[in-house]
């Protein structure tokens, strides 16, 4: 693998419940390494955002979590979603070329990376805070790579699905971690117009009318991009901007 330090302390389990939850016990239990990633051919009891569970074929996916002391302040913590969204990015788009798969590689907020308006990653970032400042961070992430089916999810996708080619797992995990850690030194020094562009010229749906759902309650409004903190900016019909976090909101698809 050719980078710094994400990735070069390696923890390869056949199976474990889940790689964040191996990773929050690793550092409640030791000093670890900044960059140590754990990665499992399996998960049992994988956990996605809003409390969902994660659920990838074993041994045809990625599943891993990167142990990170990003040195942010807690106002500043949306930059590290922005990063490990922008590297996951960068990954996909490189594997399957924008042109080849004929389709629309984009980061659905805050950190889900969509093609063509199917789910290929997700990433789950557990946070451990003291004071204003993050001290470490544990950064989930479930790519699909070589699974062809994903029963009752019909809005999921994979590399495999969309380029016909099968992928090597390990070769996979190298080329990830090299493009998150290059978007990570990007962070370290202090590119944050860079990181903010790239961001939201990726951002799915900017600009575009969609349903959204607030407390029961279903409204249309265009995405105009997201604020400092993270949170999504929305245009209603009255012509008002309004700010949402990620638990107060929900897109539901397209007006
Ligand atoms: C989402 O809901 O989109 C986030 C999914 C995050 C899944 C990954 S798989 C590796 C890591 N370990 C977990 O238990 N979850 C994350």
Known sequence: MQTLFIGQNLVRLASVDSTNNYALQLLKDTQVMEGTLIWALEQTKGRGQRENNWLAEPFQNLTMSIILYPDLTVRRQFYLTKVIALGLETFVSELIGKKDAGSDIKIKWPNDIYVSDKKIAGVLIENNLRAEQIFSSVIGIGLNVNQKKFNGLS?????????????????????????????????????????????????????????????????????????????????????????????????????
Do not use: P, W
């Open 155 to 255: 809005n999921a996708t994979s590399l495999q699905i969309l380029s016909n080619t099968v992928f090597d797992l390990s070769d996979c995990l190298s080329r990830l971690c090299e493009h998150i850690e290059a978007r990570y030194l990007q962070l370290k020094a202090n590119k944050m117009e860079l990181l903010d562009s790239d961001y939201e010229e990726r951002l799915y749906k900017l600009g575009e009318l969609g349903d959204y759902e607030k407390d029961g309650k279903r409204f249309g409004a265009i995405l105009t991009g997201v604020n400092e903190q993270g949170k999504l900016l929305l245009k209603q019909e009255n012509g008002e901007i309004s700010e949402y976090g990620f638990k107060e909101i929900t897109f539901c698809g397209n007006s």
